[in-house]
């Protein structure tokens, strides 16, 4: 059984993990508009990828015989300046989850609840993955600067990533 400060906090986090997939949705219709597909791909892949995590914790309340309550969820931004200020906003949302994850094994601790600590190390560890993959495109996108042909060649290469089976997501 998860007590009850657990639970909540758990709820919030699976709304910050829709959150995030929203946000990345939205990157990835930004790409689109603005004829990056193969950074759309790469922004779609991503959002699956938030709500793999927010079913992880949606599970987890589940299995612990607690009760999922779905928060609404804000709008997020829809226009960015350039495809590196998508990716900065993108690596600066993910720093922002690192340290909600933070908070949540912090609670956990005070709370003794090792079941959720387990479970989130995974997400500490999925954590600075994440901040990796955005900070690597980024500097990908400053080192190509304005070029044309180099923003093209970008694309193609982002516009490989493929969503990985959530059960191969460890
Ligand atoms: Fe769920 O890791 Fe990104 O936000």
Known sequence: MINERMQNALNEQIKHELESAY??????????AEGFDGMAQWMAVQAQEEFTHAMKFFDHIDERNGRV????????QGEWTSPQAAFEAAYGHERFITGKIDDLVKIASEEGDHAAGIMLQWFITEQVEEEASALKVIELLRRIGDSGYGLIMADRELGKRIAIPADNEE
Not at 23 to 32: C, D, Q, T
Not at 69 to 76: D, G, S
């Open 69 to 76: 309550v779905l928060k609404a969820l804000a709008q997020p």
């Open 23 to 32: 946000l990345y949705l939205s990157m990835a219709a930004y790409f689109r």
